[in-house]
């Protein structure tokens, strides 16, 4: 009766584990929910918008055109702050980058010139012993202007302070004298890397850096850089853009065509990459780089948005090795379209991989890089959110608010995206991930530093049949071995010792036993990882060797020092088989593996053959030891009747040499 209690308690408990895992594990799949908050009557002056942003909690919008900047609260409509661009020196701006939740812009001029600095919402918290008197009766979500900051009551607790920040830098760059069309900036290490594009097809790459003086308490900002044409007498490029770490520049035409340049050394822009990469439909029409930093989108007149990253391949790659490529094609018809319409607006996530486009028949889409589908699709005319083609994205800095601008109203929806990095494609699919060659099967660790989740089961199921493959190849013998020699050898004395020991690991939980060994065999044998391997094959090669080397002893002489053979495999034979292993692992290394047993396990070098003959090794060794125990070994019964101690020995240990390079030729 216990015992039927026992195994049925058992199976309710791993069925329990199981429910739990389900319920954890179902959220994951659950779709994105887009829902309308507002939509509030806002117009701005019929100028140029030349940047727009959010704050921090996505409640209040800012919009820049040549005039002013204007700060809009978004759930009344109501205009909070208002800047000319004159007095903020922005007067005569054509062009302005702005990184998201950053703070660092680059404003390009009208007469070429270009300067950075610092522009957007900057949000402060603020104890309740400093809010001003108006802001102490606000409700959660009201707004107020005091002076020239902005109030907001966040929560019931807690109360934010957000001012409009246009700090230009003094230094102006000069070297372009004609109109800036675009501008982009990247953070590096030593400081900011810009650059601009004027109408005449002229780029200016400019690094900064900045150090203070100690004596004089003054900011010395240093600035190299150089001037490149990147277009004929009729320039056809529109849009230039830069890696995240600064050190790949790219222009794009509004036909498609593109050229790259690798800008480490700013005084030397070299071109790598220049051609066309795809032939668009229409006109591309906006370029924006995605989080993650090396991933661009792509959008044209006839509604096709496309992704593009450069990557190291085999397809004709530049000099420096690497390759752009277009990854990832979005078309209208994918999403049940009935028409195309010209992508208006593109905003990217600042967190994610998620990004927005929007086209003139008002209909906007949320769209997933990685795994390239489609999150949600919003129809904003027949909300009745917009009445024209929307102008302006923006996406909230935590993915959790998505506003549009049509320059009558601006529509604000609240968006739960769930997972959307997890799908079924994802988890059993290959995906292109940024900067790989090709699409593949890819697990990292959620601890991992990496931008782009990767959660492909298949190298862990398969990871898991190959390691349980190799351990049984290993295992399994000297499991078979030891059973019979502790059945039919052990001496009572000894296996009662033995037997209660392997009986007690054998209780032992494997996930325990292997977390130990993860946690404390394998750093070591990571640093040494072609040692342990080889000394697995030569200690027992060794050790039979030695066996032989043993019988080849006279008899009377055996049994007298036959106590000291233990000993002797001890500090003799296991020490000489460690020995050994040290010997050969570089040439092994080398042999099998290209000289890098990690870089080949990563895929960087080598081919599987290595893989295979050390995955197949034990399973020759024991068709080696078949063949020999069936055709040689009856052959030397008969001619050895009549031979000497000593050369039967020789012999056997002959033929233990020929198995041996028996297994190795089975194996290649």
Same mark, same amino acid.
């Given at each position: ?13 791993? +069925?329990?584990v ?19 908050k507002?939509?509030i ?8 918008l +030349?940047a ?23 759930q ?6 208002s800047?000319?661009?004159?007095? &903020? ?17 680059a ?5 070429? @010139? ?6 957007g919402?900057e ?51 000069t070297?372009l ?26 780029i ?9 003086n ?20 009729? =320039? ?16 794009f035409s509004?036909?498609?065509? %593109?050229?790259?340049f ?24 906006h ?24 990557s ?7 000099q ?11 078309? *209208?018809?994918?999403y049940?379209?009935k028409?195309r319409?010209?992508t ?7 967190? !994610? ?10 209909v ?15 129809d ?7 009445t ?5 994205l ?8 998505l ?6 109203n ?21 995906l292109?991930? @940024?900067?790989?060659p ?8 959620t ?11 298949? =190298? ?11 351990s049984?190849? %290993?295992a ?6 030891a ?17 209660p020991?392997?009986?007690m690991?054998?209780?032992? =939980?494997?996930?325990v ?5 993860? +946690? ?5 044998? @990571?640093?040494?990882?072609?040692? %342990? ?6 200690v ?13 002893? *006279? =008899?009377g ?8 053979? %233990? ?10 088989g ?11 290394e ?7 047993f990690f870089a ?8 599987g ?13 024991i068709f080696?030891?078949f +063949? ?11 001619? !050895?009747v ?15 040499f ?5 297994? &190795?030729?089975?194996?290649?």
């Amino acid at each position: 009766m216990v015992i039927t209690l026992g195994g049925l308690g058992t199976i309710a408990a791993v +069925l329990l584990v199981g429910v739990f895992l389900l319920v954890v594990a179902l959220p994951l799949f659950r779709p994105a929910s887009i829902d309308l908050k507002q939509t509030i009557p806002f117009t701005l002056a019929e100028k140029k918008l +030349l940047a727009s942003g959010l704050d921090d909690s996505g409640s209040l919008a800012w919009f820049c055109n040549t005039d002013q900047i204007s700060v809009i609260e978004l759930q009344s409509g109501k205009e909070l702050l208002s800047r000319s661009t004159k007095d &903020c020196g922005l007067e005569q701006a054509s062009a302005i980058c702005c990184l998201p939740n950053k703070l660092h812009a680059a404003v390009g001029f009208q007469g070429g @010139e270009i300067r950075t600095g610092r522009l957007g919402l900057e949000t402060f918290f603020v104890p309740k012993s400093d809010i001003p008197k108006p802001a102490k009766k606000l409700q959660v979500g009201e707004a107020v202007t005091v002076g020239d900051a902005v109030y907001l009551q966040a929560s019931n607790e807690i109360t934010k302070r957000i001012e409009l920040v246009t700090d230009l830098s003094e230094h102006v760059s000069t070297s372009l004298k004609n109109s800036i069309i675009d501008v982009d900036l990247s953070l590096v290490s030593s400081g900011s890397c810009f650059v601009a594009l004027d109408d005449q097809g002229n780029i200016r790459v400019e690094k900064l850096s900045s150090r203070r003086n100690l004596l004089t308490d003054e900011l010395v900002v240093t600035a190299t850089g150089s001037t490149t044409k990147v277009g004929g007498k009729n =320039p056809d490029f529109r849009f230039i853009q830069m890696s995240g770490l600064g050190d790949q520049l790219f222009a794009f035409s509004s036909s498609g065509a %593109f050229k790259r340049f690798v800008i480490r050394n700013v005084d030397s822009p070299e071109l790598m990459e220049q051609g066309t990469l795809f032939d668009p439909d229409g006109i591309v029409t906006h370029v924006a780089r995605l989080y993650g930093g090396s991933s661009f989108v792509l959008a044209d007149t006839s509604g096709k948005v496309r992704i593009l990253f450069t990557s190291r391949g085999t397809n004709k790659p530049a000099q420096d090795g690497l390759v752009t490529q277009i990854v990832a094609t979005f078309t *209208p018809e994918k999403y049940k379209r009935k028409k195309r319409s010209a992508t208006c607006a593109i905003s990217t996530s600042p967190r !994610s991989r998620l990004f927005a486009v929007a086209s003139e028949d008002g209909v906007i889409r949320l769209l997933q890089a990685t795994t390239q589908s489609s999150i949600a699709t919003i129809d904003s005319s027949k909300q009745s959110a917009l009445t024209q083609k929307p102008q302006v994205l923006l996406i909230g800095s935590r993915d959790n608010r998505l506003v549009a601008y049509d320059g009558k109203n601006i529509a604000t929806w609240n968006v739960d995206a769930g997972y959307p990095e997890v799908s079924f494609r994802a988890l059993f699919g290959k995906l292109w991930y @940024e900067n790989y060659p090709s699409r593949e099967y890819a697990w990292e660790t959620t601890g991992h530093e990496s931008f782009e989740p990767k959660f492909s089961l298949v =190298p862990l199921v398969f990871g898991t049949i190959k390691a349980t493959i190799y351990s049984m190849l %290993f295992a399994t013998p000297i499991a078979l071995l030891a059973a019979i020699y502790m059945s039919q050898f052990m001496s009572a004395p000894s296996k009662s010792r033995i037997k209660p020991v392997i009986e007690m690991m054998a209780s032992l =939980p494997s996930v325990v036993l292997g977390f130990i060994a993860g +946690l404390i065999m394998a750093p070591l044998i @990571e640093n040494s990882a072609m040692f %342990f391997i080889s000394s697995i094959f030569t200690v027992p090669l060794v050790l039979l060797v030695g066996a032989f080397l043993w019988q080849l002893w *006279p =008899p009377g002489l055996r049994s007298r020092v036959s106590a000291w053979r %233990f000993p002797v495999v001890l500090v003799v034979a296991i020490p000489l088989g460690v020995l050994l292993g040290s010997i050969v692992a570089k040439p092994i290394e080398l042999l099998l593996f290209g000289g890098d047993f990690f870089a080949w396990l990563n895929g960087r070098g080598g081919s599987g053959w290595g893989g295979w003959v050390l995955a197949l090794f034990p399973l020759s060794s024991i068709f080696a030891a078949f +063949l020999i125990s069936r055709f040689i070994s009856p052959w030397l019964r008969l001619r !050895s009747v009549h031979w000497g101690h000593w050369r039967t020995v020789s012999v056997a240990l002959c033929l233990c040499f020929v198995g041996f390079i028996l297994s &190795c030729v089975l194996a290649t």
